[in-house]
Structures are given as structure tokens and as C-alpha cells.
């Protein structure tokens, strides 16, 4: 097993010229720094929704999980603190373009539409407010960037970059996983406002969908029960974590300030709460599951 890459949240390995393991940690990054504090179980959580969504999905596209329970593990990965966090997954040619979909105005989508009246080139009608949901889901694709934030782009320059054919199939593709998605987290009392796919190729040339799905680090989850127009809800996401680091004052330089012992236990309550109303299952259930 080679050691490929180390992100700021995940590990990645190779086991062979087909497979890569996935490993999901449990830190937590704000403002594009790690901080000093990880946030039990989280990396459990992300890979758990992830596994559940992949399941969920797979009608619409196919995907490259090949294994996560532990007899499906390579024995390097196959011990207690892995235990749940480690997806075997196919080997793939990312495609450098993050699939985006928004069901509702917030975050730079908002921003953008304050200033000029679109996102990503949707001209979108006038008087909207933020938090609200949008006519119909969009997709705004967004360049992957290596260090720093995503930067969200039109339909146009993701053409440059992945062809017009195969634009029209991710953006396909990337709607029909939102409003299916959207749909099962209304059932659940949760507003999925928008998330991020990531979709790679195949040895076949095949569109396959990879990495987290539909995750509160990929997305933006409110509850509904607290969902109300122009503020930004609360959320099941770090967005709890970024205000305890504003109100400090924190200039968002490196090293980031330690948590409290409650804002970490906040913040792994509210991805829990996440990963058991979507999954419909405790996160002890899914952890027993894992183990086989």
C-alpha cells in the first residue's frame, strides 16, 4: 500500500493499478486551515453518508465503491480506529470541474446574486432573498482548486475545460442526484440548500461518480424547522465552528486557535444528527455494519 496524497481532511492510498483506498480523518478545516482540534467520529459520519448516498444513487449514475465494511478492507486499513472510514474505491481520471447544485440562495451563490443578478450565468428573477429556494435547482460548476477556495464559473468556461458533450451529461447527471437527494433530506426535516459532486472517468470512458456525496462537508444542510428567509439558517455543518472562530477574533492566518471542549462536542453532535436523520440509522448500527 503507497501513500498518494494527504489532504486537509483525507488520506489517500494506493492498493493497486485499479483500486485506491479512501481514508477520512477527523479534522476539521475552516477559512482553508486545519485546525488544531479534530472533531470525533467525523470522519466516520462523512464516509457513512457518503456510503449511504452512493447507495441511493446508483440508479442515476455509477460509482467507486468497492468496499468499506471491515472483511473488505486491506489489512493495513482493517483496524478499530479505521474502522468506518475507509472506502475501496476504483481507480479514476478526475474530471477538474466540481459538479455544484443550488435549490436555494446562499453562500457565494448569494453573493453573486447580489451583486450582478445571476450565479454562474443563470440570470435568475429580481427580488429574490437569500435563503430562499430558487424556481428550480441550477448547476454551477466550479474550477477544483488545489489550495485555497473552489472558484465558481460558468457553464461556458466548464465547457473549455471538459467539452460541451460531456458538460451536458455532468450537469444532467448533477441535478437529478440534488432532487433526489433533496428529496429524501425534506423527509427527513432537512433542507439540503446545495452540495458538490465530484465525478471522475472510468477505464471504459464511463462518467462515474467518486469521493463524498451529499455530506455536511460538501453541502449545506439546514434544519427545516429553522429555516426562515434573509439570514443564513443553522446549519448540520462547520458552520458552527466558523462563528466560535469569529467571535474570537481570529485573523484566519495559520495556526487557528483550539476549540472548547463544547464547541467540539457541538460540532459532532450536529454531523451525527445529520448522518442519523438522513441514514434513518444510528451511527452505532452503521459502525457494527462496518466491522463485518
Not at 481570529?250 to 495556526?255: I, M
Amino acid at each position: 500500500m503507497k501513500a498518494l496524497t494527504s489532504g486537509k481532511v483525507r488520506e489517500l492510498y494506493e492498493l493497486d493499478d485499479h483500486r485506491l483506498a479512501l481514508v477520512t480523518s477527523d479534522r476539521i478545516s475552516a477559512y482553508d486551515v486545519i485546525l488544531p482540534s479534530p472533531i470525533p467520529d467525523k470522519g466516520r459520519v462523512l464516509t457513512g453518508l457518503s456510503i449511504h448516498w452512493l447507495a441511493q444513487t446508483e440508479d442515476i449514475v455509477p460509482n467507486h465503491l468497492l468496499g468499506w465494511r471491515r472483511s473488505e478492507l486491506p489489512d493495513e486499513l482493517a483496524d478499530e480506529d479505521a474502522i468506518g472510514r475507509v472506502m475501496v474505491v476504483k481507480r479514476l481520471e478526475m474530471l477538474q470541474v466540481e459538479c455544484v447544485a443550488r435549490g436555494y440562495l446562499a453562500g457565494s451563490g448569494w453573493r453573486d446574486y447580489e451583486r450582478t443578478g445571476a450565479v454562474c450565468g443563470h440570470e435568475l428573477p429580481t427580488g429574490l432573498r437569500q435563503a430562499e429556494q430558487l424556481p428550480s435547482p441550477i448547476f454551477t460548476p466550479a474550477t477544483k482548486a488545489v489550495e485555497g477556495h473552489d472558484e465558481n464559473i460558468t457553464r461556458e468556461q466548464a465547457a473549455e475545460i471538459v467539452g460541451t458533450e460531456t458538460l451536458a451529461a455532468l450537469e444532467r447527471i448533477t441535478l437529478a442526484l440534488y432532487e433526489r437527494a433533496a428529496d429524501a433530506c425534506r423527509r427527513a426535516g432537512i433542507i439540503l440548500a446545495d452540495t458538490k459532486f465530484e465525478i471522475g472517468l472510468d477505464e471504459e470512458g464511463r462518467l462515474v461518480l467518486a469521493d463524498e456525496v451529499v455530506t455536511p462537508d460538501s453541502s449545506r444542510f439546514w434544519p427545516a424547522e429553522d429555516w426562515r428567509l434573509d439570514v443564513s439558517p443553522p446549519s448540520y455543518d462547520k458552520q458552527y465552528v466558523r462563528d466560535w472562530l469569529d467571535s474570537t477574533g481570529w485573523d484566519h492566518a495559520p495556526p487557528a486557535p483550539v476549540l472548547p471542549d463544547e464547541v467540539v462536542r457541538g460540532t459532532r453532535d450536529r454531523y451525527v444528527t445529520a448522518y442519523e436523520r438522513i441514514a434513518g440509522r444510528s451511527l452505532a448500527d452503521y459502525m457494527q455494519e462496518a466491522s463485518q
